[in-house]
């Protein structure tokens, strides 16, 4: 024992270690474990040792789930799903208030466990995970009590499938099992292979608090476990984890009906600002990277800094990484632990070992025995470097310098991804500014690393779609109202028709594409016969052309802003009401009616589809703003020419994309009729481009163009169109087969799939955020 002169003399930290003995009781008095299945657990079978990544030791042998088990849960959470469905609100309210009470009380046991088997600090495992897991079931507490007030008519989707990764896992679990639950869903989750423990111990608290049997349902395993709880009988599929494997499993559920969310990886920017607080940017840096050994989907593992500061920022970071310790996970003054696993740790080193092979220069960052990195980072790292393109999820960031403010957007886009950013300055101005340049899903303006069951969280690009947490959250578990669906018409089958066939005078009479704000014939020249017109035959060239146009038309149209938006939308009511009798002749008198309310609809809308301003936590304000995607591809509706066609395109312009329109294959004619209407209403060019010809081979080029971010289908052909967009990890809404000239065919509903929230955190106040108060 030290003696306390002797501690003034070094002023060591002696060490505090968390007691662990209630945990390895616990271990030892269940021995091996077998799967959560209907209530109760299974015997275990061909078992697979899970590790203390600290030590290296066995903690417990686990069960590899086989095809046998998964349809087991599946079929148990089949069958508790209607009664569950049918409890009221507040019955389900009453589970969920329960789960967070017991969470709460064994906040301590949870949090040894998570980090015996994670290799986290104690400290965040204690006092960030743990509670916000407890945060989140009383947020969805919430949720399940207020579900038939606040989303009239919406009912649950049935069973969900959940897989989810090793970096939080119990945090994972209630992000994705609180909200299905409070939705009325029942659950089979497979938690990562490297860290179920914290999951069947949830398991057991599932059981405590008298859960239906087969509401939550717990099968262990790893990948393989996976794809087969992916490709089984379930209505939805909720995954977190690697881009590679969110590709893999939107193909494996291309066509087949079932819901999709993914929140994949992330290479965030975290961007100072020349007038950012150094020191408290310094410490986003540690709180967002190294604090989790980098094991963080969200981690801004890229820094940003401007060069006239960046010195200074280095002296200051330095100074401050080789301050942490590094070391034993329970130990209360841990900053960074143990990463999850050798081979992750293999991972994050041949990373690294393959950037600075490439030029880049490593501080820090060494490999230590066992699964210990320190923290480091990469420095003097060109754009093309791939430590600079990677993921790593390890303690090691990049660092690299801008001058001007478009230079770090530029390079904070500069990546596939789009989770999460961080932006550090002192001017609310520049700040607001940036976050609104930047494209990712969640922004931290001068903080880091904050969540919040109440606050959206999830991505844009290869970071995924879908959110978790608040009412976006919740919608993803919700199936919408039932609308009364009318059977789309199959397209009649297109044969081309050569250059030049037909009289001159019929050639010249041939509507055109429209693309970028101008007539266009088609690339190749080439038409087809329908409703006794030659339509043009659009080909991938014009479908590249019409994308590169609404991407030229995105700037004009986003700068318009909402109110000059509503404008033109009203003038296209306008016009087309002047020539109402003209597009009657194409539709009938009601369709054209039909249109011109669906302009005014979505005109009134476009000023009122807006963020909120939500409540998260003391000292924030939390934003939640919902965006554009970008660049739409969209298949209208095949029996509706122009109903169909507006009540889609509209409210994607309203929100401010600009679309690469399909029309209708069967009654193409009133769509490319509109252009007239379009030119005369003061549709800037390139908002609207109307491509024609055969419709589902046209999507699928949408759909697989790196440029588009967002795609729209109606019709039969949902699998290979969403196959096509599994590549690039993007967004296919199924729209539903409305009756076009029905109300229902319009509604927020409709603007909710044209956009998705940007969550921007910004604390506030001359007090340490956090203390809830701002008076003096
Ligand atoms: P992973 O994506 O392979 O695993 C995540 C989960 O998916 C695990 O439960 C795994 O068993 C399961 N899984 C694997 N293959 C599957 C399949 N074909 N179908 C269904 N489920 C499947 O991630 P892994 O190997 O653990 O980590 C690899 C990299 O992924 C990391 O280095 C990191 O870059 C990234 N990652 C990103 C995370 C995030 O939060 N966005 C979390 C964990 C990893």
Redesign the pocket.
């Known amino acids: 024992m030290p003696s306390v002169s002797g501690i003034m003399e070094t002023m060591e930290y002696g060490p505090s270690v968390e007691d662990a003995g209630a945990v390895r009781a616990w271990l030892a008095a269940r021995g091996d474990f077998g799967h959560f299945i209907g209530g109760a657990f299974t015997a275990p079978v061909g078992p697979f040792a899970v590790i203390d990544p600290a030590s290296g030791a066995v903690l417990a042998q686990v069960s590899q789930g086989s095809a046998d088990d998964v349809a087991r849960a599946v079929r148990a959470a089949r069958k508790a799903q209607p009664k569950w469905a049918a409890l009221s609100g507040h019955e389900r309210a009453r589970f969920l208030y329960a789960i967070a009470r017991v969470i709460q009380k064994r906040e301590r046991f949870l949090s040894v466990l998570e980090t015996l088997n994670n290799g986290k600090p104690i400290r965040e495992s204690r006092d960030i995970d743990v509670p916000l897991v407890v945060r989140h079931f009383y947020h969805h507490a919430g949720w399940a009590e207020l579900r038939d007030s606040e989303f009239p008519g919406h009912t649950s989707l049935g069973v969900c499938a959940q897989?989810?990764?090793?970096?939080f896992p119990l945090l994972m679990l209630a992000w994705k099992i609180a909200p299905a639950l409070a939705a009325g869903n029942t659950v089979v989750l497979?938690?990562?292979?490297?860290t179920p423990l914290t999951a069947l111990a949830f398991a057991e608290i599932c059981a405590e608090v008298g859960l239906p049997a087969g509401v939550v349902n717990i099968v262990t395993?790893?990948?393989e476990?996976?794809?087969l709880?992916?490709s089984a009988d379930v209505d939805k599929v909720a995954?977190?984890?690697?881009t590679?494997?969110?590709r893999?499993?939107a193909r494996?559920t291309a066509g087949s009906a079932k819901r999709l969310t993914l929140?994949?990886?992330?290479k965030s920017p975290f961007i100072v600002m020349p007038d950012a607080d150094l020191d408290a940017a310094v410490e986003g840096v540690v709180d967002l990277i190294w604090f989790n050994q980098g094991q963080v989907?969200c981690a801004g593992s890229r820094i940003l800094v401007a060069e006239s500061v960046s010195a200074r920022f280095e002296r200051l970071l330095c100074a401050r990484m080789e301050r942490l310790r590094v070391g034993a996970p329970l130990d209360k003054s841990t900053d960074v632990g143990a990463i999850v696993h050798p081979i992750?740790k293999a991972?994050i080193l041949s990373i690294c070992d393959r950037a600075v092979a490439a030029g880049a220069e490593l501080v820090g960052g060494a490999a230590e025995e066992g699964c210990f990195i320190a923290p480091g980072y990469l420095r003097n790292i060109a754009p093309a470097n791939p430590g600079m393109s990677e993921?790593i999820?390890g303690p090691i960031a990049t660092l690299s310098t801008f001058r001007t403010p478009d230079e770090a957007a530029d390079l904070a886009n500069n990546t596939r991804y789009g989770l999460a950013a961080s932006i550090w300055s002192e001017s609310a101005t520049v700040a607001t500014d940036m976050a609104a340049r930047v494209r990712a899903g969640v922004v931290w303006v001068n903080c880091a690393n904050i969540f919040d069951a109440a606050a959206p969280f999830g991505g844009v690009r290869e970071s995924g779609y879908g959110r978790e947490g608040g009412r976006a959250g919740m919608l993803d578990y919700l199936a919408a109202p039932k609308v009364r669906e009318k059977r789309d018409p199959a397209p009649k089958p297109i044969s081309a028709l050569p250059e030049g066939y037909g009289t001159p005078g019929q050639i010249d009479r041939t509507p055109k594409l429209y693309i970028g704000g101008a007539q266009k014939r088609p690339d190749g020249g080439a038409s087809y016969q329908a409703q006794g017109a030659l339509i043009p035959l659009g080909s991938r060239k014009d479908i590249r052309n019409a994308v590169e146009a609404a991407h030229a038309g995105r700037a004009k149209w986003l700068g318009l802003g909402a109110h000059g938006r509503a404008q033109v939308l009203y003038f296209i009511a306008e016009n087309l009401s002047q020539r109402h009798r003209e597009f009657a002749a194409l539709t009938s008198e009601s369709e054209v009616d039909t249109a011109i309310r669906r302009c005014f609809f979505y005109a009134g809308f476009a000023d009122k589809f807006d963020g909120t301003t939500i409540a998260a936590r003391p000292g924030h304000l939390v934003h939640v703003q919902p965006e554009p995607h970008g660049v739409m591809g969209i298949a209208c509706p095949n029996g509706s020419g122009l109903a169909g066609f507006l009540s889609l395109v509209l409210p994607a312009i309203a929100v401010g994309n600009t679309v690469v329109a399909v029309a209708s294959q069967s009654n193409p004619l009133a769509a490319l009729m509109l252009y007239q209407v379009l030119d005369t209403s003061d549709v800037p060019g390139g908002v609207v481009n109307i491509v024609t010809g055969a419709r589902d081979p046209l999507i699928a080029e949408l759909a697989a163009h790196d440029d588009v971010q967002a795609i729209w289908y109606s019709g039969a052909g949902l699998e290979a169109v969403q196959m096509a967009a599994a590549e690039t990890v993007k967004p296919v809404w199924a729209v539903p087969a409305h009756d076009w000239q029905r109300e229902a065919a319009q509604g927020r509903a409709f603007l909710r799939h044209a956009s998705r929230d940007k969550t921007i955190w910004l604390p506030y106040g001359a007090l340490p955020a956090g203390t809830g108060s701002t008076s003096y």
């Open positions: 897989v989810i990764p090793w970096n497979k938690p990562a292979e490297f395993g790893d990948g476990t996976g794809e709880l992916v995954f977190t984890g690697s590679e494997v969110g893999a499993i494996a929140e994949l990886g992330g989907c992750q991972r993921e999820f």
